[in-house]
Every structure is written in C-alpha cells, then in structure tokens.
C-alpha cells in the first residue's frame, strides 16, 4: 500500500489558483490516486480521481507524471468556501487495499 | 439518492451504557465502512464489509461491534466505552468497483463519552 505525504498547510488568497502536491514514491502498477476534501464535523467528499496524465472535472484538475509517484490537485480560482483539509489517498479496492488518510493538507483562503 | 445517512447525528453516553450508532445507503453500493476520527486527525478506518461480510478488522477493540444486517444497512454497537473513545464516527459506502472505487462518507455521528 502505497504511502503518501502531502503539506500540513497551505494558505492562499480568494481568486488565485492553489497547487497541492502529494508524494507517494512506492505507487504501485494498479494503484489509483483520489483526493478527498472535509469541512470541519463533516465527512470527507470525493473531488477527483486520475490514474495518469490530466484529469479535469468541474471543480479541480488532477496532474499526474509519467512516473507516477506525485501528483498535484490544483483548484483554480479558490473562494473562502475552499478552506478544508484536503487528502491525498492511493491504492486499488480491487487488490483488497483499504484506503489509508494521510495527514492531510490544511487550506486556508483569506480575503 | 446519492446519501449516505447517519443517526443520530450526537451522543452522550456514560461508560456503562450500550448504544448503536446506524448508517444507511441507498445507492446499491455492495462495501460499507466504520470510521473514526479523533480532532485534528485523518479518519482512521476500524471495519469494512464487502457483499455484507467483514473483510477488513482494523484490530478495534472488542467493546466496538459492527453488524451488517443488509446492503443497506450498517450498524456500530457500543459498550463500555471510554473516554478516549469520544471521536467523529464515520461511515462510508463504495460500490466496490474495483480501483475507481469512490468512497462516499455520511456526515458522521459526533459520540461524547462521560
């Protein structure tokens, strides 16, 4: 099971674009890579999932090298409503991996 | 329905006390999850079923008790907790699809142990 590090914290400004990288060195051929965003008292909710290369959806896009042992979830245009912890997880169900939360990476939006 | 529903929503309990927190989907996922996260922490898994059975125990102790009556239905029964066991607990469901399988989290049970 793949480990991964991420930032602890990360402070932006409304508007600009945020880029957080994850770590996760020893990504194994049929791990995929999902990150999950939490509110505080609230469980996590899914916000994109890529296995290579750029996946966009409506909210984030997902960059992931050829080699596969980072990635980085950008959010373009952030607005104070972004600041929640962000995770990085990596792993494939199918293979029987439980899903392992990270530290995590702490966004603050300011005005 | 795309939810995952807990109840209740809060609770106090003494450490005599036996309780149940439940947990409810709807969207036809076949693995369900128990976890829980202390203050400033990542959510730490503690159960998962798949197709109804426990497959993964993360050695939680024996006062936490899982029960899966349905697809649709998970339970967590507590007894004689303790303090340090006041935490957010979650539950999640995935479809089991294999390595694109999302996990989708309900808004947690906040348990308070006196």
């Known amino acids: 099971l793949a480990k991964t590090t991420q930032p602890i914290s990360m402070d932006s400004y409304e508007g600009q674009e945020v880029n957080i990288t994850c770590s996760h060195n020893n990504i194994a051929t049929n791990d995929y890579i999902t990150w999950y965003q939490q509110f505080p008292s609230q469980g996590p909710r899914f916000i994109i999932q890529?296995?290579?290369t750029k996946v966009t959806n409506e909210v984030a896009s997902l960059f992931i090298p050829a080699d596969r042992k980072s990635s980085t979830l950008s959010l373009p245009r952030v607005s104070l409503s972004d600041t929640a912890v962000y995770y990085c997880l990596v792993g494939d169900i199918s293979s029987g991996d439980k899903l392992t939360f990270g530290t995590g990476t702490r966004l603050a939006v300011r005005p | 329905d795309t939810e995952v529903t807990q109840t209740p929503k809060h609770l106090v309990m003494g450490m005599t006390n036996k309780k149940s927190l439940k947990c409810e989907q709807h969207m036809g996922h076949r693995a369900m999850y128990w976890y829980k996260q202390k203050a400033k922490k990542p959510p730490e898994l503690m159960f998962v079923?798949?197709?109804?059975?426990?497959?993964i125990n993360e050695s939680v102790p024996s006062r936490f008790s899982p029960e899966c009556p349905n697809s649709s239905l998970l339970n967590l029964h507590l007894h004689a907790l303790q303090p340090e066991d006041s935490a957010l607990y979650l539950c999640a469901s995935s479809p089991l699809a294999g390595g694109t399988d999302t996990q989708y989290f309900g808004p947690g049970t906040r348990l308070t142990v006196l």
């Open positions: 890529g296995y290579k």
């Open positions: 079923y798949s197709y109804e059975k426990l497959s």
